[in-house]
């Protein structure tokens, strides 16, 4: 067992798909491929639950954690980061968060916290505790420029320990190569308010009445399914839209390359990895202008941004993109070398190793 500076424990709420697991569980994996010892505790769940789990390459001690607070599971998991001899501990989600803070306080280990939410989309319980114990955090993780400004607002007497590091993806060797007779839209993520699925039917619904041709894909499962499924009815688009829940990742990507254009209706993110994949891959990007989104799109330049709940503009990108193929190309190729130059997995480890080696 490798144990010092070397030695880092990354805690996860689960491994249930999302942005910040993917973020985590790359992160892991390229660490432990550079020679460092990570070992991912993670809170809720066991093991062979999730599907996402079989991506991961390093140990994993599943805690069973009753919450955030569990004082049980602390004990535990704090055994573990002494046993192991862990400096080091990175964490992300409120959960996670929460709980790493308390193992940081009882073990001495410096933490590094990744923070992807803005202050209106917390508790104001999460707020309070983040206010009151913004101090432990040895770093904090800004996945994007909004995140930073917010939390420092809150833990203005730490704001010199808040850093900007975005998600980041590979850059698939190959870009999309669609060839679809009618152009073909992919938007991916949870059917939930967060993702403001039914502004987009409504979008394509407008798309539609006004003759526009086209087929759209919705990766993702959620508790909005049925609410979802009697808006495409409302807007007549049960033949054009075509809802596959949960897929494996594989089918995602399969979805990226044979796509024509992405879209992303987001009511708020944090740096949305669908996106960054999305424009990995050379696809033309409509998203609303959210989170960090604003700071990887720039409009018209790599993909177009519009107002979040407006599908009457959210309407106007998609249907610019749909009549004019060579808008598509120009806008993917430039998407596809935004992420080369800023967004990929090489760029991020380099200043995720930087941050470590200076702990």
């Known amino acids: 067992m490798q144990t010092g500076k070397r ?30 010892a990570p070992t991912i505790f993670v809170l809720y769940g066991h093991e062979g639950e999730y599907p996402l ?3 991961v390459q390093v140990p994993v001690v599943y805690l069973r954690a009753r919450g955030p607070y569990d004082l049980g599971a602390v004990h535990r998991c704090s055994a ?12 992300t989600l409120n959960d996670g968060n929460i709980f790493a803070r308390w193992v940081a306080l009882r073990t ?3 933490l590094f916290q990744r923070e992807a939410n803005t202050l209106g989309s917390k508790t104001i319980a999460q707020k309070s505790l983040d206010f009151v114990f913004g101090w432990v ?9 909004e995140v930073r400004d917010s939390l420092a607002r809150l833990v203005f007497y730490a704001r ?33 308010d967060q993702k403001d699925y039914e502004s987009l039917v409504r979008a394509l619904g407008i798309v539609k009445r006004e003759g526009a041709a086209f087929h759209a894909t919705f990766i993702g499962e959620g508790y909005l399914r049925e609410q979802i499924e009697a808006a495409l009815r409302e807007e007549h688009l049960e033949a054009d839209v075509t809802l596959t829940g949960h897929v494996p990742h594989a089918r995602v990507r399969e979805a990226y390359a044979h796509a024509d254009l992405f879209v992303s209706s987001s009511r708020w993110e944090g740096s949305p ?8 891959y050379g696809l033309a990007c409509v998203s609303t202008a959210v989170g960090g989104a604003v700071d990887i799109i720039r409009d018209g330049e790599d993909g177009l941004l519009v107002p979040p709940g407006r599908p009457d503009a959210l309407a106007e990108a998609l249907a ?7 808008l598509r190309a120009r806008l993917g190729h430039a998407a596809r070398a935004r992420i080369e130059e800023t967004f990929s997995r090489e760029t991020r480890f380099k200043r995720l190793q930087a941050l470590l080696g200076a702990a």
């Open 80 to 91: 573990e980061v002494r046993e192991r001899g862990m400096q080091a501990l990175m964490s």
């Open 137 to 145: 955090p040895y770093r904090y993780l800004a996945v994007s420029g």
């Open 160 to 192: 010199r320990r808040i850093v900007l590091l975005p998600n980041a993806v590979a850059v698939p060797a190959e870009g999309a190569v669609a060839s679809n007779p009618v152009p073909e839209i992919v938007a991916v993520g949870r059917l939930s």
């Open 53 to 55: 789990a079989n991506e």
């Open 320 to 326: 610019k993109l749909l009549a004019n193929a060579e």
């Open 108 to 110: 001495g280990t410096r």
């Open 273 to 280: 990895n669908v996106l960054l994949e999305a424009m990995s």
């Open 7 to 36: 030695a880092i424990g990354f805690v996860i709420n689960s491994f249930e798909y999302g942005g910040a697991q993917r973020v985590f569980i790359d992160d892991a994996n390229q660490l432990a491929a550079a020679g460092y």
